[in-house]
């Protein structure tokens, strides 16, 4: 049954109420992108065009959609290796996406990454990375660079509810409290670190975020399925780094409808279906969206049935681009490890860099 | 020509780039306001500001990462490891975030960052800070690993280290730090990947890096006043890049080398150049390669054995008289 739509009190949010309604079409559209490309990638990936892991995103799209709609000239995004959503939601192509995926040429990373390493160095999307929690100082580096150059923007630093308990990612919330580094870290937290729930990988009172007290970190709790609240909230933390250069810590309430990675073989046995069930039905980001653009009057269901439908469309045309392209050439195993190298100067041509013969 | 120290060269090295380029500065414990742990950066805290001589909290791993994020954005930061041992709790940082992130964004980005510090046995600190990672770190496609033996390179390669627009790996010795060496006034660069023969000679090749290239030195003088041997000293300077040229032209000349190194022996870079001379030099060798490096333990605390397990020079120079 369809219950009336819950109303959000972050509606009202100024940086809520500045959204057009083109705006708010297009944050759907780009969840439905996301959501779409990555049960394509499935399919591609069950019938064998593709290795490696496949970390879906499915069931979280909200955070980095919502999160990426806020990012202006100078904010800056970077990730673990569930980067499938903030790859498409920063404006990268399902095309460049999907073919990295299959390691083609074409990729956003010519093949040489795969799934868990997405790259747009011109959109401000540093990566898709696959240590947990190694991407943290990444994302503090980038705000000190920021700051250092005078530019008011910040980093946004995306990690799992099981990165926290990574040294490196505290060592980050230290340096960032300390030196006022406008760096923003979002847990994305989807309950399981793989097959290991949030109680029997975390020591916590009331939730992960409030361990940033220990750094003098302001730090807030954000419902995930609540577009409006992602914003809102996001954009409070973001706002103060910009203006005042401190750093956030915001920890999202998620789930994940798939298994860790598609090869997860006991995706189904550390938690019930019911309760993957409730989730699908009650908060489920994409349609709960959906249904708040529709009593808005922003759009009417066949409107969103046509984005959803295009969505799809562009996702199977990925595939075939993708498909269609070629691999990387062995001589190019070799390329894209030294920029000296590459870039034949002086530097890269003395002395011997590849011990292959 | 002026004599300064090594410790001396490696702080005009960077207080000259750091007046050079703006998106120079220099990151580590103790380096500003304690002027460093070894004093290699004495003044620059005072002479260039908060801005660009930071002092960092102990937190290895953070700042390394914090390095390799800020110089994905252009900037240029050289860390200072207290201790190149200390670099082991910020593995993870320099071998899959610096070492990777280029390959993995199909040359998208590049990581213009220096890493600095002492990495020498021989101080009697014990093994957990007398570490020698120049051969782990060179197998590591992406990242370039250097290691000078004198003040002259030890400035020269580390302007170098800085200008280059890939990660390096700079490894300094505390032993060197307060010798001296002939230092022009004038700036001049030393190129990353090119060997430099320190001593000529028509018998025998010492290939070394680091002091070793140093005791090298000391074990030819030996070998020719004692044995009437004359080895050459190629001092590698760089581990990766290799300056391979160099070290055949050298063993084709003298038919005989010993590859020394102050690292361990198994997989040490003596292992690597060994495989490049047996596969580029067998017809002009006439003798075996030997090696010598420490002894195949963690570093000995024991002062009055310490100096022991490292190659010193009549362990250099008896091992050169198994093939003279
Ligand atoms: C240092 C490190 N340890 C272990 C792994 C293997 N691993 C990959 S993801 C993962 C779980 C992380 O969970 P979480 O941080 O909650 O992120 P999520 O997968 O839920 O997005 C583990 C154990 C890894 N990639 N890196
Ligand atoms: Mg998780």
Partial sequence: METAVAQSEFASADINLRLTPDDKIRILRDMYRVRRFEQISLKFYNQGKMGGFLHLYTGQESVAVGICSLLGEHDHVITAYRDHGHALAVGMSMDECMAELYGKATGCS???????????????????????????????????????????GCALAFLGDGAVNQGVYHESLNLAGLW???????????????????????????????????????????NGSDLYEIRAKTWTAMA????????????????RYYGHSVADANAKKYRSTEEIEEYKNNHDPLRLYRRRLIAEGVLDDATADRLDEEAKHEAAEAAKFADDSPFPNASDIVADVYWEVDNDTERGRTGKHFFND | MPQITYRTALNQALAEEIQRDENVFLIGEEVAEYNGAYK???????????????????????????????SMLGLRPVVEMMFWSFAYVAWDQIVNNAGCVRYMSGGLINVPLVIRGPANGGTNVGATHSHTPENFLANTPGLKVVCPATAYDAKGLLKSAIRDNDPVMFMENTLLYGQTWEVPEEEYLVPI???????????????????????????????????????????????????????????????????????????????????????????DLDAPILRVSAMDAPAIYCPALELEQLPNAQRVVDRALQIC
């Fill in chain 1, 110 to 152: 010519k093949g040489k990454g795969g799934s868990m390493h997405f790259f747009a160095p011109d959109k401000n999307y540093w990566g898709g990375h696959g240590i947990v929690a190694g991407q943290t100082p990444l994302g503090l580096g980038l705000a000190y660079a920021l700051k250092y150059k005078g530019l008011k």
């Fill in chain 2, 193 to 283: 990947g090119r060997a430099d023969l320190k001593r000529e000679g028509a018998d025998l090749s010492f290939i070394a890096h680091g002091r070793a290239a140093i005791t090298c030195l000391k074990a030819a003088e030996i070998l020719e006043e004692k044995h009437g041997i004359h080895a050459e000293v190629l001092d590698l300077r760089s581990i990766r890049p290799l300056d391979e040229d160099a070290i055949l032209a050298s063993v084709r000349k003298t038919h005989r080398a010993v590859v020394v190194e102050e690292n361990k022996p198994f997989c040490g870079v003596g292992a690597q150049i060994a495989s490049i001379l047996g596969e580029k030099a067998f017809d």
């Fill in chain 1, 180 to 222: 006022d580094i406008p760096a923003i870290f979002v847990i994305e937290n989807n309950r399981y670190s793989m097959g290991t729930s949030l109680a029997r990988s975390s020591a916590f009172k009331n939730n992960l975020a409030e361990r940033a007290d220990g750094y003098e970190i302001d730090w807030e709790l954000i």
């Fill in chain 1, 240 to 255: 103060r780094a910009h203006e005042h250069s401190r750093p956030a810590v915001l920890e999202i309430d998620t789930y």
């Fill in chain 2, 40 to 70: 290699v950066t004495e003044g620059l805290w005072e002479r260039f500001g908060s801005k660009r001589v930071v002092d960092a909290p102990i937190s290895e791993a953070g700042f390394v990462g914090l390095a390799v994020g800020a």
